[in-house]
T-cell receptor, first 112, second 114 residues
Framework: RKEVEQDPGPFNVPEGATVAFNCTYSNSASQSFFWYRQDCRKEPKLLMSVYSSGNEDGRFTAQLNRASQYISLLIRDSKLSDSATYLCVVRIPTGNTGKLIFGQGTTLQVKP | DGGITQSPKYLFRKEGQNVTLSCEQNLNHDAMYWYRQDPGQGLRLIYYSQIVNDFQKGDIAEGYSVSREKKESFPLTVTSAQKNPTAFYLC?????????????FGDGTRLSIL
């Protein structure tokens, strides 16, 4: 089983739609959670951290369910510019440091 | 502006050749990382470094080497022992390895075999 699993998609949605991405992780000791956005042939960029109480940033809402080891990202009122791959990222404790584990990403294509 | 600079953007390697990818950051971050990304896959950790003169192997270190002689610099050498080096290589840095510290990425180097 992969440490971080995402539905690769692609998700094809019309402009204005609401879309939700899910992510599951296998290590119950995981400490920090993030969503990154990666445009085609570009580097990943931090979209938002995910907090236990859930958090919102404009049209984006992230949720964490530690009991189910599940993270979600909700995008409301999709824009053409939201088209990208969204990476679910989890920090796991490793020795005295910790490292990030990246999911393979979920591709979103927003169409006019 | 603070950031991470990777060079070159594109690199071609001949059989049996070692090549070095550059990564420089002016964010004053302690931790630096190298990842490899293959099409349709997530990022895989090659090496990481917490402090100067110290680095640790990641999940796919075989065929790669690094050095961390300066805080700002973390070059990656792809050796001839790496038989499948064609990939997108990403360097990242973070303030530390503890707590809720996201990573910031350079814009990557695409390596191909000639």
């Amino acid at each position: 089983r992969k440490e971080v699993e995402q539905d690769p998609g692609p998700f094809n949605v019309p402009e204005g739609a609401t879309v939700a991405f899910n992510c599951t992780y296998s290590n119950s000791a995981s400490q920090s959670f993030f969503w990154y956005r990666q445009d085609c042939r570009k580097e990943p960029k931090l979209l938002m951290s995910v907090y236990s109480s859930g958090n919102e940033d404009g049209r984006f809402t992230a949720q964490l369910n530690r009991a189910s080891q599940y993270i979600s990202l909700l995008i409301r009122d999709s824009k053409l510019s939201d088209s990208a791959t969204y990476l679910c990222v989890v920090r796991i404790p490793t020795g005295n440091t910790g490292k990030l584990i990246f999911g393979q990403g979920t591709t979103l294509q927003v169409k006019p | 502006d603070g950031g991470i600079t990777q060079s070159p953007k594109y690199l071609f390697r001949k059989e049996g050749q070692n090549v070095t990818l550059s990564c420089e950051q002016n964010l004053n971050h302690d931790a630096m990382y190298w990842y490899r990304q293959d099409p349709g896959q997530g990022l895989r950790l090659i090496y990481y470094s917490q402090i100067v003169n110290d680095f640790q192997k990641g999940d796919i270190a075989e065929g790669y080497s690094v050095s961390r002689e300066k805080k700002e610099s973390f070059p990656l050498t792809v050796t001839s022992a790496q038989k499948n080096p064609t990939a997108f290589y990403l360097c990242a840095s973070s303030r530390g390895l503890y707590g809720n510290q996201p990573q910031h990425f350079g814009d990557g180097t695409r390596l191909s075999i000639l």
